[in-house]
Nanobody
Framework: QVQLVESGGGLVQAGGSLRLSCAAS????????MGWFRQGPGKEREFVAGISWTGSLTIYADSVKGRFTISRDNAKNTVYLQMNSLKPEDTAVYYCAAGRRVVITSTAYDYWGQGTQVAVSS
């Protein structure tokens, strides 16, 4: 019903920046909330950031607050994650997700992208 495709991942040095994109298609109106999650090597999948349909509500994990910014362009059906001041600990596969509510729990999201790899070197 909803398809999500992430892009923008890559290799970057510590302190650098990267901008991830998530292109959505299908019946996107049924899942207005969008979120970003990540899963590092040997770690659990964790919440990174979430955003409401209008963008009026944004939430962030404490570990990325002040460094990452989530935004969206509904005319393009695209959600972004601007990542600044990257640290080696940010290395992970980043996943875009769509759901009905802006929450931090992964099980609340209905659709997921395939992920994009972000590697931060020290």
């Amino acid at each position: 019903q909803v398809q999500l495709v992430e892009s923008g991942g890559g290799l970057v040095q510590a302190g650098g920046s990267l901008r991830l994109s998530c292109a959505a298609s299908g019946r996107t109106f049924s899942t207005p909330a969008m979120g970003w999650f990540r899963q590092g090597p040997g770690k659990e999948r964790e919440f990174v950031a979430g955003i409401s349909w209008t963008g009026s509500l944004t939430i962030y994990a404490d570990s990325v607050k002040g460094r990452f910014t989530i935004s969206r362009d509904n005319a393009k059906n695209t959600v972004y994650l601007q990542m600044n001041s990257l640290k080696p600990e940010d290395t992970a596969v980043y996943y875009c997700a769509a759901g009905r509510r802006v929450v931090i729990t992964s099980t609340a999201y209905d659709y997921w992208g395939q992920g994009t790899q972000v590697a931060v070197s020290s």
